[in-house]
Nanobody
Framework: QVQLVESGGGLVQPGGSLRLSCAAS????????MGWYRQAPGKQRELVAT???????NYADSVKGRFTISRDNAKNTVYLQMNSLRPEDTAVYYC??????????????WGQGTQVTVSS
């Protein structure tokens, strides 16, 4: 079974930084879409930053200029560098990986989530 394990979350003050990591293991195929989503209490899960199956990056407008997604294909790992954090960034952050053909997701996986709390 494929596992995605997030790490790097925690408590940080406004204006601070965190770096999230997501390591995939047990994959029987290569993912062509990987990224980060987040969910705050009472809200829907939303896209934060992704590598699309077409090789592009997508960022939520609210994080553009502050967050950077990167990856290490050799380690099958994706990262999220978060700078200038705001209280509204507080959420559980989830790693996502998928095999996408056209608009169809053949298979996808979610990590268990890591809590990010931005508070004074």
């Amino acid at each position: 079974q494929v596992q995605l394990v997030e790490s790097g979350g925690g408590l940080v003050q406004p204006g601070g930084s965190l770096r999230l990591s997501c390591a995939a293991s047990g994959s029987r195929f290569s993912f062509n879409a990987m990224g980060w989503y987040r969910q705050a209490p009472g809200k829907q899960r939303e896209l934060v930053a992704t590598f699309t199956s077409g090789g592009n990056t997508n960022y939520a407008d609210s994080v553009k200029g502050r967050f950077t997604i990167s990856r290490d294909n050799a380690k099958n790992t994706v990262y999220l560098q978060m700078n200038s954090l705001r209280p509204e960034d507080t959420a559980v952050y989830y790693c996502h990986a998928g095999l996408v053909v056209g608009i169809t997701t053949i298979q996808d996986y979610w990590g268990q989530g890591t809590q990010v709390t931005v508070s004074s």
